[in-house]
């Protein structure tokens, strides 16, 4: 099973940028489709975005289309999030996460996890 540990995060203005990193290790990291998911206080993870590793195709929550992209780098096990134009609504714990089904979405689709790194948003 992969191991994850996401790096990056941090306090922001809005509309500023961010970009996370997810470092894997322990698997086969370009035959896996890594997602990103974030929580925010006192609600349900929720799905922001995938890669897929067949094409590297990419696909996102309505909420965040437009103003973030995921992108990997299979020769350094890294997949990245770029965030642009920063609301406060995106304040949340974001994660990464692996799957074995290509074009998963679903929390239960992804088998392993990092452990979250904190986004604040200030207006």
């Known amino acids: 099973q992969v191991q994850l540990v996401e790096s990056g995060g941090g306090l922001v203005q809005a509309g500023g940028s961010l970009r996370l990193s997810c470092a894997a290790s322990?698997?086969?990291?370009?035959?896996?489709?890594m997602g990103w998911f974030r929580q925010a206080p006192g609600k349900e993870r929720e799905f922001v975005g995938a890669i897929m590793w067949t094409g590297h195709r990419t696909y996102y929550a309505d909420s965040v289309k437009g103003r973030f992209a995921i992108s990997r780098d299979n020769g350094k096990n890294t997949v990245y999030l770029q965030m642009n134009s920063l609301k406060p609504e995106d304040t949340a714990v974001y994660y990464c996460?692996?799957?074995?089904?290509?074009?998963?979405?679903?929390?239960?689709?992804?088998?392993?996890w990092g452990q979250g790194t904190q986004v604040t948003v200030s207006s």
């Open positions: 322990g698997g086969t990291f370009s035959y896996y489709t």
């Open positions: 996460a692996a799957s074995s089904i290509n074009s998963a979405f679903k929390s239960s689709d992804f088998g392993s």
